[in-house]
Nanobody, 115 residues
Framework: QVHLVESGGGLVQPGGSLRLSCAASGITFSRYVIDWHRQAPGQQRELVAQIFSGGRTNYADSVKSRFTISRDDAKNTVYLQMNSLKPEDTAVYYC?????????WGQGTQVTVSS
């Protein structure tokens, strides 16, 4: 079975940092594009960052220069380093793995930025 498990969320003050992890099992991880998405209450889910097989990355304008996505294919894990966090970054963060027509989501991890 295919599973994605996110971890690393929590409560952080504005200006702080968190590192999220997305660990995969049951897939040939290196083939997959891995995305981080987020969904705040009452809002649509939005793409935050993505990393392609080979390491090319893409970011939403709202997180460029603050967030960094990386992958460790040997550990089947993708990371999202989030710096200079703002209250508007508060959301449930989900990872998604895609390859051809196959897509799988994790269960999400809550990130709350508040003083």
């Amino acid at each position: 079975q295919v599973h994605l498990v996110e971890s690393g969320g929590g409560l952080v003050q504005p200006g702080g940092s968190l590192r999220l992890s997305c660990a995969a099992s049951g897939i040939t991880f290196s083939r997959y594009v891995i995305d981080w998405h987020r969904q705040a209450p009452g809002q649509q889910r939005e793409l935050v960052a993505q990393i392609f097989s080979g390491g090319r990355t893409n970011y939403a304008d709202s997180v460029k220069s603050r967030f960094t996505i990386s992958r460790d294919d040997a550990k089947n894990t993708v990371y999202l380093q989030m710096n200079s966090l703002k209250p508007e970054d508060t959301a449930v963060y989900y990872c998604n793995a895609e390859w051809r027509s196959f897509s799988v989501w994790g269960q999400g991890t809550q990130v709350t930025v508040s003083s």
